[in-house]
């Protein structure tokens, strides 16, 4: 059985174990396999999911099959107009992919979106990852490029795209 709840500290190693097994062959090819492990450590390691979670600066939804954790999503409002969400993270196993799971993730972070009274949703992806055309599918759009320097050298070239829901 599917259900999406929301995560909690316990949940940290399932969420950085779906990271580790989505980003390493997602990524690697686009960016390289340094800058994705310091991509990993960045922005999944314990200590910073930990001070997410703890802080609610992100909302974590875990999707779990039969309670064992498949995908999760992270989001919150956008510090510069808290009327707009941005979707920060949204992975699904890889032996999950074309499933339906992420499009759930998604619809599940929009629903909440709406029952709080936010009426859009933004989202970087990068420029080269075939995710982009996913979110095409469910109606986001591009918006803009943006380069964004993450420190050691490193930069995320993303696009921005955008929904109104």
């Known amino acids: 059985m599917l259900n999406i709840r929301q995560a909690e500290s316990k949940d940290i190693d399932s969420i950085q174990q779906i990271a580790d097994a989505v980003w390493r062959p997602t990524y690697t090819p686009i960016i390289g396999s340094e800058q994705v492990a ?16 703890a802080t609610h600066s ?6 779990e099959i039969d309670g064992d954790p498949i995908g999760f999503a992270a989001y ?6 808290e009327q707009v969400y941005k979707l920060h993270k949204l992975y699904c196993l890889p032996n999950h992919h ?11 972070v929009e629903q909440d979106a709406l029952l709080k009274g936010i009426h859009r949703l933004e989202l970087n992806v990068n420029r080269h990852n075939p995710a982009k055309m996913f979110y095409e599918k469910l109606g986001y759009e591009i918006m803009y490029e943006e380069d964004i320097d993450i420190g050691n050298g490193y930069w995320m070239n993303d696009y921005v795209m955008g929904k109104d829901l």
């Open 38 to 53: 310091y991509m990993l450590n960045l922005f999944y390691s314990a200590e910073v999911i930990e001070e997410q979670l």
């Open 58 to 63: 992100q909302t974590y939804l875990l999707l």
């Open 76 to 81: 919150s409002p956008r510090q510069e107009n």
């Open 98 to 108: 074309g499933k339906g799971c992420g499009r759930m993730l998604l619809e599940a």
